[in-house]
Every structure is written in C-alpha cells, then in structure tokens.
C-alpha cells in the first residue's frame, strides 16, 4: 500500500505489518506450547543389570529428557517402532502392567510411551501398526515409560522417548523386517487403534 500523495508506503502500512507479524508469533508460541515438551530431566545413576549390546542403559550422571505426553493419536500416528522382550529375563524388566505377566517373544505384544499409554487405557487392546510395506496388529500390554528409567524395574533403561511402540520379535518378524536388517530395532511406522 502506498501513499497516495508522496508514493512511499504509508504508516499505517508498517503498523499492519507489526501487528500481524506480533499476533503470528504469539500465535506460534501458544501452539507450541501445546505441544508435547519435555519434562524435569532425569539424572542416570549408571549400574544394574543393562546389557549395552541389547538396550540403551542409563549412564551415571547423564541427563536423559523425560516427558508425560506423547503426540496425539490419529488414524495414523507417526512414532518409532523399538525392540523389547518381555519374558521373564528379558530387557523389558519386570512383568507387564496390563496383566502382571510375562510375555514370549514370539507373542504379538507392545508397550506404548506414557502420553499413549494413558494410565493404561489401552490396556489389552490390538492396535494396527504399518511399517516396512507391511501391516500387522499386536496387543497393548505394558507402558514405555517415558518418565521414569535407571532402575531395576526400567531393566537400567534410559526413559522411553514420547513417540515409542516399543515391540516385541514377533511384531517385527509380522513385518518382515529380517534381524540382520538395518532397521531392525528402530524404524519408523505407523499406528492406530484398531476398532
């Protein structure tokens, strides 16, 4: 916009263009603080029973970001498939929340990080999870906890991260992701709940 008589843009034009880039960036701080941000940090105490070759074991007096939400939950909700056992001896730790059990390896079964998880309202229900060009259902039995880690119940883990479907053999071997691969143990996918 120009003014009319002299040909230069008006004030009133940079006072327009000040106030909407200042609703915009409030705009954008308020969506993200909407969003899901980390929470207090947690401070790894090291030690326990972690196998370093098959989990990412807390280290003594490293920092690790904790969260108590995940993204929401759609049709198809972007997250990170991850490798867990949860027998007994496994590196899930102790039994799973659900249902106080252990779980084989070659059973379809997951954990979901904490915000998904929702104190467990998910319990025992089959969710949908596409990756690899391939699609198959497994069933919610434990949270990923992405809160709490580096103690014997967390098997010395690290917190979970706050997009994680943490996953059992049999869930990967449903894909068709070969153990060899090099995505295997961490590879992105989809899910859902299914209905």
Known sequence: ?????????????????????????????????????????????????????????????????????SPPVTAQTQAVLTLNSFAEGGDGGGPSECDGSYHPDNTRVVALSTGWYNGGSHCLQEIIISGNGQTTRAKVVDECDSRNGCDEEHGYQVPCKNNVVDASKAVWSALGVPEDSDQYGQMQITWSLSD
Do not use: R, W
């Open 1 to 69: 916009m120009k003014n009319l008589v002299t040909g230069t843009p008006s004030s009133y034009y940079y006072t327009f263009i000040i106030v909407l880039l200042t609703i915009s960036t409030k705009f954008l701080h308020t969506t993200h603080a909407q969003a899901c941000n980390p929470g207090q940090p947690l401070i790894g105490t090291g030690g326990g029973q972690c196998d370093p070759n098959e989990a990412d074991c807390c280290k003594a007096g490293q920092s690790y970001t904790t969260y108590d939400c």
